[in-house]
């Protein structure tokens, strides 16, 4: 019913910078929130940065001053700008969507997930 794709993962050197773009389509007829997550080898998923419709943020305390988040409603799309990555920066990205359907219902979906990879 909600599909995410993303894009932007890769590999880059310390002190790059990645751009993370998720976009949702389907039955939508309201997006909350839109965020990414990071799950490292061995590690729990962790909130990266969030935000609602309103355009409030949330970060991380790891990333912040280095991240940004933005959103384009019009497109149903989120961005992530990533500078000054760090090798710990490293992970599986998941982009996260919450809202309503066109019938009504409150979803939540996951992407499948796009890798960064911070060499040192």
């Known amino acids: 019913q909600v599909q995410l794709v993303e894009s932007g993962g890769g590999l880059v050197q310390a002190g790059g910078s990645l751009r993370l773009s998720c976009a949702a389509s389907?039955?939508?007829?309201?997006?909350?929130?839109m965020g990414w997550y990071r799950q490292a080898p061995g590690n729990e998923r962790e909130l990266v940065a969030a935000i609602t419709s309103g355009g409030s943020t949330n970060y991380g305390d790891s990333v912040k001053g280095r991240f940004t988040i933005s959103r384009d409603n019009a497109k149903n799309t989120v961005y992530l700008q990533m500078n000054s990555l760090k090798p710990e920066d490293t992970a599986v990205y998941y982009c996260?969507?919450?809202?309503?359907?066109?019938?009504?219902?409150?979803?939540?979906?996951w992407g499948q997930g796009t890798q960064v990879t911070v060499s040192s």
């Open positions: 996260n969507v919450l809202g309503r359907l066109s019938y009504g219902a409150d979803f939540g979906s």
């Open positions: 389907g039955s939508i007829f309201s997006i909350r929130a």
